[in-house]
């Protein structure tokens, strides 16, 4: 007698699920035949029904079932493809900079898109610049002014709000939402703070007088107000927002005694004959003019002194320096020599100086001055110079 077996088809006309019945549990292991055989609804597409073919073949460690748009199949990939948690188990530290991703950084153990992220997409700062007084100017151009000179003060100010450079995302903005005011003291008066929204301020003063030393004609004071916070390129906070501040800038100009050279004629004759002392030279240092020329340098005697005395061959040549500055050399086109000896016709052409105290002007009075008197007349007409 046979034993009876039956193999029925299995096929959607004698099987089917039940909708919302209970689950289909497979026992074992099943098989597809074919790379084709188990596929997916993938919806309708000109009134035909899309089916997507799910296909596993070369399975190697760390893949995954996941789509592939260009084979249009489920299929397995790196799990990085599909956004897994790959790591990175190779080579470290990193050896070179690639984009974001410092070299010497230890990637071991990252996930790949971390290392990606940070190579690719790393964190951007703003640039951050602060409110400055970005010019700032008055009338008087000099650095060096004469003790005793008036000066009266016009000064210009102009303000730079800084910025937030956000250059990531091509935005630009202020680091200071504005001004407010203005403080300007002249020659050491404190004045009061104007209410002034300008970037750009015209200013006039009163007139002060020049010490020696170092004086300040102006300082001004420029009031910005707060500024807005800062965002990294992720949208994180950077840094803080600017707090309302007040910068000070002010103008520098030093107060210095002049010095002197002029020419004495001594009229037609011997040599060393009416020669000019140093009380003469005093009195004419003090009145401006007296029977010779007189000119005035307001600049330091540090370094070598130029003088165009252009001299005739009757003229005496002179100079005077405040006192603590000496001279030991001169030297024109076409000779030189020691500044040095006694006052005699046969000497050098310059003695040692006379010290001659009390020396005044309009501006100022009292002072000593070394006065430097040529020992007979001498004919100059080229550049000579002092050191």
Known sequence: MCAFFARPNLDNTQFKQLMG?????????????????????????????????????????????????????????????????????????????????????NIFNCSVNYILECALVPIVNPILTNPSISAFSINCTETLLEVGSTLSVCDLVTVDLGSIDSNYAGITDTRSCGVSGYTFNYFGTPGAFTPNTSLSTLYSSGIGTINEGSNIPVTVCAYFSGGSQPYDSNGGLYSTPF???????????????????????????????????????????????????????????????????????????????????????????????????????????????EVVTNVCTTCWNGQTYQIYVSNYQSAVSTIMEIN
């Open 21 to 105: 019945g209970e689950p289909l549990t497979l026992s074992g292991q099943t098989q597809i035949a074919t790379t084709s055989g188990l596929t997916l609804y993938g919806g309708v597409s000109g009134g035909t029904v899309m089916y997507i073919p799910i296909i596993a073949t070369g399975a190697t460690n760390n893949y995954v079932l996941t789509y592939d748009s260009i084979k249009q199949a489920i299929v397995l990939k790196e799990s990085t493809a599909s956004g897994g948690t790959g790591v990175y188990t190779c080579r470290t530290p990193t050896t070179c900079t690639v984009g974001g991703l410092s070299a010497n950084t």
């Open 243 to 353: 707090v309302a501040t007040a910068y000070t800038e002010n103008k520098l100009i030093t107060g210095i005694y002049p010095w002197f050279w002029g020419i004495e004629s001594g009229g037609v004759v011997p040599a060393g004959t009416n020669r000019p002392d140093g009380t003469c030279i005093k009195n004419i240092i003090g009145s401006g003019t007296v029977c010779g020329t007189v000119c005035k340098v307001v600049e330091t005697t540090c370094g070598t002194l130029d003088i165009p005395f252009n001299s005739s061959a009757y003229d005496y040549i002179w100079f005077a320096l405040p006192s603590g500055t000496t001279k030991t050399k001169w030297t024109s086109l076409s000779n030189n020599g020691e500044i040095c000896g006694s006052i005699s016709m046969g000497g050098n052409l310059f003695p040692e100086p």
